[in-house]
């Protein structure tokens, strides 16, 4: 980082003159201090809630503080930095730096699809702990790429990330081909097995294990037991179980639905 000048405010005295600034008087303060700034200087005006296109021009304007891979970072994320300015510093951001781009929603959405590109297009060559990591943090966009990835440490993080929704689980179980360790370890997750959609799906999918399928059987919705009950293709058992199932609802209903004398007989 440049060494400060000497005729130059005390770097010291920094700190107060960014808080105390606003929206014209940053820009100018980063004008006329840029050379003597340091990093932490440097992301403080940065993340400033005044910080503007005025000021990420001028620090793009600096070589020296962009070899600071937090400086660029802070820019990439920036809502107010040029597009192309950002797309070409996030080509030297590692996975958890476009992790946090991915994710952040004050960065304009072109910039966060190219950083979850980046990201889908390094999965492959990361280790299944780097793997993990991204699950328990990424956005959305990477979902089905980590459901698909059939590491039960890579399905467990994801599993807990806030922003996974019912259908990229429903979708997953339904279209997709999880294996068997993954479908166990969902059905043992409480979160997802109180949501009816996904366990039903794990219920209806082609490759959930029989005695798994059938241990989800009678916690299962009505319209769950007609659909496998009237399904060719599914398990013969499980078929029979859900119409068996079906039967007896049936006769709990009529029971219920028997008029009753005033004498209270039947």
């Not at 440049?2 to 820009?27: H, K, Q, V, Y």
């Not at 799906?201 to 659909?227: C, D, F, I, N």
């Amino acid at each position: 980082m440049n060494e400060p000048r000497r005729d130059g405010p005390e770097p010291g005295s920094f700190t107060a003159a960014i808080s105390r600034a606003d929206r014209a008087s940053l820009a100018a303060f980063v004008e006329e201090n840029l050379p003597s700034l340091g990093e932490a200087e440097v992301l403080r005006c940065l993340r400033h809630p005044y910080a503007g296109e005025a000021v990420i021009a001028l620090v793009l304007e600096a070589p020296a503080l962009l070899a600071s891979r937090e400086v660029r970072k802070a820019i990439v994320l920036h809502p107010g930095t040029p597009r192309p300015d950002a797309l070409r510093l996030l080509e030297d951001l590692p996975w958890r730096d476009l992790v946090d781009v991915g994710r952040e929603s004050r960065t304009p959405m072109p910039v966060r699809h190219a950083a979850n590109r980046r990201l889908l297009e390094a999965l492959p060559r990361l280790s299944r702990g780097e793997r993990t990591a991204i699950a328990r943090l990424a956005d959305r966009a990477l979902a089905g790429a980590l459901l698909d990835d059939g590491d039960v440490d890579v399905l467990a993080a994801l599993l807990g990330n806030p922003r996974i929704v019912e259908e990229d689980l429903t979708a997953w179980l339904l279209v997709r081909q999880p294996k068997e360790a993954q479908l166990a370890l969902l059905a043992r997750t409480a979160r997802w097995m109180e949501r009816t959609a996904v366990r039903s799906a794990l219920l209806l999918s082609r490759r959930t294990p029989r005695a798994l399928a059938l241990s989800l059987l009678s916690s299962s919705e009505r319209p769950v037991w007609e659909r496998l009950a009237g399904d060719p293709a599914a398990d013969p058992l499980l078929a029979a179980c859900a119409r068996s199932l079906l039967e007896e609802a049936g006769r709990a209903r009529g029971r219920v639905e028997r008029p009753q004398r005033a004498d209270g007989g039947i």
